[in-house]
């Protein structure tokens, strides 16, 4: 079992955007995460990071999360610069910095539904795809749910479908972690990814969040092309996610540009 995380000593200060930072919001922030045996992720990152695994039902698993969001107010953290509002989903693995022993997170893509997409693929040479991405969301604020959450992505990197409801009483389950807090840092407190750039070479870049305000949900279906077409969740299999957390928006800043190591 894991070492107690809290969230306390993980906390820290923004730092001052300069350059080309970004500062945005996230709407619609979905983590749907599976927990997929530790073998299927041989040979998906450099030996310089080791899967972050965790022991369930006497099993070494790892955690994969697929992160559907809406970018809303996304613009330059420094200057006056235009707003953008853009569709957007990563897919993540969850891995450790041998060099530093940090916590991160190993990028195997992002889908994105803007124009925009050229400066971070061609400029960049991010793993980030085009696609069309649409949202179909009812939230609460009394309750502190969604009544309706659906996203629909329609791409040939990776097309997707997800369909997630929420209730006032449900509670968080974390199997493999001491206590929930440990959870929700190793889910949600990721600031570093790392990726292999569309030539071949390592990539990384650096966010910046407070403490995430992420409430459990329940997933009713869910169709990842990625994930079946790498072998890694089948479609089956995506049907019951290890766990899935919403929070309805959420503040990030993103130091730009990505650096190649």
């Known amino acids: 079992m894991l070492a107690s995380l809290k969230f ?4 820290h200060p923004r730092p001052t955007p300069s350059g080309i930072d970004v500062d945005c919001k996230l709407k ?7 927990a997929v045996d530790a073998h299927k992720f041989a040979g998906l990152f450099p030996p310089r990071f080791q899967l972050d695994s965790v022991m369930i039902d006497g099993q070494e698993k790892g ?7 809406m970018d809303v107010d996304f613009t330059s953290a420094v200057y006056p610069f235009p707003v953008f509002t853009m569709g957007q989903t990563n897919y993540r693995i969850y891995i450790i910095d041998t060099t530093t022993g940090e916590r991160c997170v190993w990028f195997l893509g992002t889908t994105l539904d803007s124009w925009t997409i050229m400066v971070p693929r061609h400029v960049w040479k991010l793993p980030w795809h085009p696609g069309k991405i649409s949202f179909n969301c009812d939230f609460d604020p009394h309750s502190g749910c969604y009544q ?7 791409a040939d990197w990776a097309p997707a479908q997800v369909e997630l409801s929420q209730q006032p009483d449900q509670e968080f389950h974390f199997q493999g972690f001491p206590d929930s807090e440990t959870a ?3 889910l949600t407190h990721p600031l570093a990814g790392f990726y292999y750039r569309r030539n071949g ?3 990384t870049y650096r966010v910046w969040h407070d403490r995430l305000d ?24 995506q049907q019951h996610p290890y ?3 919403l929070q309805p928006i959420n503040e990030f800043t993103i130091y730009l540009p990505p650096t190649a190591l």
């Open 8 to 11: 306390k000593d993980f906390l």
């Open 63 to 69: 955690l994969l999360s697929v992160v559907p969001f």
């Open 201 to 203: 070479k390592l990539g």
């Open 214 to 237: 992420v409430r459990p949900a329940k997933l009713e279906s869910a169709q990842f092309g990625l994930l079946s077409r790498m072998k890694l969740v089948n479609e089956d299999e």
């Open 28 to 34: 619609h922030f979905a983590i749907i995460t599976y």
């Open 184 to 186: 929700l840092v190793y």
């Open 148 to 154: 309706r959450y659906e996203m629909h992505t329609q």
């Open 243 to 245: 766990s899935v957390l």
